[in-house]
């Protein structure tokens, strides 16, 4: 974790990325249980929360945690149109991640002054985005699109690009992942378990987020 990031302050794509090894990709529910599963992440060190547009209760979950636990940084995640990113703005969101890339959400992106971590799979969608002046980003479907030897053979073409790989990454994979020297972070659901949750483990989420937090990454 970045003790000396200001959390108050505009944030970009890569200082949410470069906070810590992982961000966690999390789908809610219960808006009560939104407040008490942030603080237990950032009590163990986890600040940047990805909550996803899964549910019909997420936009009022990214309310609540920006409302109520101001020492997280929460973000949407699964945003994929213009109008996504602005319900998730007006709901208090400060960054956003999208599973693909399109210059309409990264105009409504920059309308909103939001951060936003676009997913690429391919070559072309990475110099499309590029294009909108974007280079960090998130690489997803990571396992199914590749994984490793993928993110290895971009590092040459893709030099000044940096990578958040989502999808299929957990904490058996994750160092393989953090070691690249294009990778700054990866995205992953292991720290927010629906079983951990359902039984409102807390602890066992500080724990996870602990755990993460002591992965290994490649030297900036």
Request: include cysteine; hydrophobic fraction near 50%.
């Amino acid at each position: 974790m970045d003790v000396t990031l200001n959390l108050s302050a505009k944030l970009s794509a890569l200082q949410v990325m470069q906070d810590a090894p992982v961000i966690p990709v999390i789908v809610l529910s219960d808006v009560h249980q939104a407040v008490l599963l942030a603080r237990a992440l950032v009590l163990g060190g986890i600040r940047m929360l990805e909550v996803t547009l899964r549910t019909p209760q997420a936009l009022a979950c990214i309310e609540a945690i920006a409302r109520n636990v101001p020492e997280a940084v929460v973000g949407a995640g699964t945003v994929r149109s213009a109008a996504d990113a602005q319900a998730c703005a007006m709901a208090g969101a400060r960054f956003v991640v999208s599973p693909g890339y399109t210059p309409a959400v990264g105009q409504a992106c920059r309308d909103a002054g939001l951060p936003l971590l676009p997913g690429v799979a391919t070559g072309s969608e990475i110099m499309m985005a590029q294009e909108d002046g974007l280079t960090a980003l998130k690489f997803f479907p990571a396992l199914q699109a590749g994984g490793s030897a993928m993110l290895k053979a971009w590092s040459g073409p893709f030099g000044d690009v940096k990578f958040c790989p989502t999808g299929g990454v957990t904490l058996a994979n994750a160092a393989e992942f953090l070691a690249l020297p294009n990778v700054v972070c990866v995205g992953g659901s292991w720290l927010t378990p629906a079983e951990v949750l359902a039984r409102g483990d807390w602890a066992q989420v500080t724990k996870l987020a602990a755990q993460a937090c002591g992965l290994a990454r490649h030297p900036a």
